[in-house]
């Protein structure tokens, strides 16, 4: 393989150029914004071991600096066509045409737009945030409700955009139930007098201490998780948000007036990856991209030279991509 | 012989009327003495007024030149206009005739069999050959109906129909005893031209045709007289068993109609009437969204009316009467304006009789906030869904000064209706008591609601003596009078008609005036009456969310087509029902004017 074009420069993307690269093959990666990593370079902390964001996001910057790798940013590409035999074109919004003998897809995830859920007042009521919101604040140790003071509670609800029947997302996202965790926590650290909840459908602790987390959460921080699902949410005269569920271990109905409330939304095909998966006829479920098969091929696609790994095959986490990004330079590099 | 004024032949005829006439005269009468109360009165009320006047336009324009199923397909207006209106001509013209040639009176059927017992065959009474013309003129007419009502069964497109009914035997027996008449009839007067030489230009050609083929006999024109006769009898016979009663009953049902007289809950003698006046056309079929996007065509009105008539209920009307959408696209394509939706309520209130047992109880009278001089705003239940709705119209309320009174913004009463469109009658009334407690002990000047499914139901349901407005009418109130200035923002947008403010209310075009307003509205393919449901009405309990899914696509392309910016609704059911799919920036009229109030 000579050249390998890499589209999106997040942690999949890059960990993969730097692999290819160091085996002597000639990358370019493209990435649509002006700087790689967006989507980890507001995060603050990343579980399992509560690694500083930035500390990783310093490591891959490096492997970008250190590897041979043409880099495009800014370079929306729009297009992908098989070229002759063996290669591909790509081509950008500008109209200009990249060529390589292999393309790699790693154009990632979207977060839920949770405006879309209407019911929970997110855009409405200034209480209502996001968790990409949430992890602002707790990097920054701002951790505030709508009217800048200290919270005294501050509810977390799962599975907003993931695991809906309605919104069209069947899936589970994988990492908001740790997130929510891991969130719940960093804010007790910082805020140790404000209450957590979750709500939760049931908690998915799939990863390595994972499990231990959501222990320690209860037992160390005084997190208070409810199983149910809030129906909506509404706006109070103080700025607060008051939210309807049903405890369904309790088989109740329960109001709850809080200061924030935490949408955790989950991982969408980006627009990138709906559109490239389209374009090179490798569309998957739900947009995300298709690979060739689930145990020994989840790098490959149907069309030859076209692979895919991280997020834009389905919601990961960071650590499971960087391993899926090196698979699939491996993949590559055995052609 | 033939100037007997009698012949054997006539017997069937003859039959066919008096049974049909004693038996529809029975029938009428008994559905008559089962009106309920309120609908006597109205017919106490308005019977010695002037309403016959335009009920006679009505059935003549209706009944006769089919003026509605014209605007929907001009071939098939026609065929429906030539059988009707084309028989009707042909006996009124025949009893002129047979009137001119025997001015001292004769018996019914002279008039019907006029070429057979036409005195002498000669031109003895004045424009004799001018009314032997006008009447095959009229024939071919008819003919040319009976053609294309034959084409229609091989292949309808053409006649604007995609898929027609599928009719019971009952039916079928007397179409073709129907579509034999008139065939019979040329048969029959061609026979005795060929023996007399009487007739119009058609009939004589054809007479001339059959001697020059030796069947110029007497026994031949026999036969021919007998089966045309036979064939008559026999449909006015199956009459009233089938779909051709409708041709009386519509004309009834135009008159009670004008006399103000409404479907009710309960099935009564009115029912009875609207069931009777389908005339199985089966255009209800092809709008249908459960047709159109998920294939099903057992359940449309036609069919449903049919369970009805069938007193199929107790087998098989859950099915039909519960899976239904309650969009009234039906109701807005029937060419009878039948009210299809009642109907279908009616059986679903008997289906749920033995568990409807009320059960609101125990709901507790909500202190009403002394509203005098304000306007009571009722959100509903699905807008607490949509918040961004409700918030916006309180923003109107400040930027226009009006005091207002949010009557369910922490405590929500159901307005009943999605209970009573399930059948569930006594539980919705006891919402509508509740209700309408606190709305009267309120003293509010006027009700404001953002939900088309309350709005219809504080409408035609509750008794309110205030104004009622969906906000739509409402915001176009205040554009008109000039309270409410609005900036027009670029955006392009497609309006979304709510099934139940559209064609539940009739209000089209207030909101779309409020959108051409602020923004620059857009035309879609189907609009207004025609508009698409969402799929996420209330109305069906038994479609699984792929099938609303499936429903609300197709509503969704269809507004997406002119590509706009923004598609505009002005339900909170429809807005989630939009909001769900992805990528549809969906907005309530009232977000977008409360984005574009100029303070």
Partial sequence: MKSVSIIGAGPAGIEAAYVLAKQGVAVSLFEKSSSPLKNIADKAFLFPNFAAATDIVEQMNRKLLNANIAQHLDTDIVGIVREGEQGWKLSDSHGNSYYSDAVLLATGYTPFDAHRKEELGYGIYGGVITSLEMEKMIRYNQIVNSLGEKPKRVVFLQCVGSRDEKTGNHYCSKVCCVTAVKQAIEMKKQLPDTEAYIFYMDLRMWGQHFEELYRQSQQEYGVRYVRGRISEASGTFDGRVQIKAEDTLMGLPLKMTTDLLVLMVGMEASEGTRCLAKAAGICGEYGFAQSSDPHLGDCLTSQKGLYVCGTCKRPMSINDVVNDARAAAFAILEG | ?599
């Fill in chain 2, 1 to 599: 012989m033939n100037s007997d004024s009698f012949h054997l032949f006539v017997i069937p005829f003859v039959a066919g009327v008096f049974f049909l006439l004693v038996f529809s005269v029975w029938k009428y009468w008994r559905w008559i003495k089962k009106f309920d109360k309120l609908q006597r009165a109205k017919i106490r009320k308005n019977i010695w007024t002037w309403r016959f006047l335009p009920a006679i336009w009505e059935a003549f324009r209706e009944g006769l030149l089919h003026w509605r199923i014209t605007k929907k397909n001009l071939l098939l207006g026609y065929m429906h206009r030539s059988l009707a209106f084309g028989w009707f001509l042909l006996i009124v013209v025949g009893a002129v005739q047979a009137k001119l040639a025997f001015p001292d009176g004769h018996p019914l059927w002279i008039a019907i069999f006029f070429n057979y017992f036409e005195p002498s065959y000669s031109i003895d009474f004045p424009k004799a050959e001018f009314f032997a013309n006008l009447m095959d003129v009229l024939l071919i007419y008819v003919l040319s109906g009976l053609f294309l009502a034959m084409f229609k069964k091989v292949w309808s497109r053409p006649l604007g129909m995609k898929r027609t009914t599928r009719h019971t035997l009952m039916d079928r027996v007397a179409k073709l005893a129907l579509w034999c008449i008139f065939p019979f009839r040329l048969l029959s007067e061609a026979a005795t031209s060929s023996l007399y030489g009487n007739g119009g230009f058609m009939t004589r050609g054809l007479g001339n045709v059959l001697s020059s083929m030796g069947v110029a006999d007497p026994a031949f024109e026999m036969s021919c007289w007998t089966l045309y006769s036979i064939a008559l009898g026999t449909f006015f016979c199956l009459m009233p068993f089938s779909r051709y009663m409708h041709i009386f009953t519509e004309v009834f049902l135009i008159y009670f109609r004008q006399l103000g007289v409404k479907d009710s809950d309960k099935k009564t003698g009115y029912t009875m009437f609207e069931l009777s006046a389908c005339s199985r056309c089966g255009i209800c079929i092809d709008g249908c969204p459960m047709n159109r996007e998920l294939g099903i065509v057992n359940m449309q009105g036609v069919y449903m009316l049919q369970s009805v008539r069938n007193l199929e209920l107790q087998k098989n009307a859950e099915p039909i009467a519960e899976n239904c959408l309650m969009c009234d696209r039906c109701v807005a394509d029937c060419p009878v304006n039948l009210d299809l939706s009642i109907i279908r309520r009616q059986v679903r209130i008997k289906n749920k009789k033995d568990i409807d047992k009320g059960g609101y109880g125990y709901l507790r009278n909500i202190q009403p906030f002394n509203s005098i001089g304000r306007v009571a705003y009722f959100g509903g239940c699905m807008s607490h869904l949509t918040p961004g709705i409700s918030r916006s119209m309180e923003t109107i309320f400040n930027a226009v000064g009006q005091k207002y009174w949010y009557m369910d913004k922490n405590e929500t009463i159901c307005c009943g209706r999605p209970l009573l469109q399930q059948g569930f009658e006594n539980q919705a009334f006891e919402l509508r008591r509740k209700n309408t407690e606190m709305i009267v002990n309120s003293k509010a000047t006027m009700l404001i609601t953002s939900c088309p499914i309350c709005y219809q139901s504080f409408k035609k349901e509750y008794k309110l003596s205030i104004p009622v407005m969906h906000h739509t009418e409402y915001i176009n109130m205040l554009i008109e009078s000039g309270k409410l200035k609005l900036r027009k923002d670029d955006r392009r947008v497609t309006y979304h008609d709510p099934c139940e403010l559209g064609r539940g209310c009739g209000i089209y075009d207030q909101p779309r005036n409020v959108l051409r307003a602020t923004t620059t509205l857009l035309k879609t393919k189907e609009e207004r009456e025609h508009s698409l449901c969402c799929g996420f009405n209330l109305g069906n309990p038994t479609l699984d969310l792929e099938q609303q899914t499936a429903i609300r696509n197709a509503a969704r392309d269809n507004l997406m087509a002119p590509k706009p910016d923004t598609i505009a609704t002005a339900c909170p059911m429809c807005k989630k029902a939009f909001q769900h799919a992805d990528n549809i920036p969906v907005k309530d009229i009232a977000e977008i004017v409360a984005e574009n109030i100029i303070k």
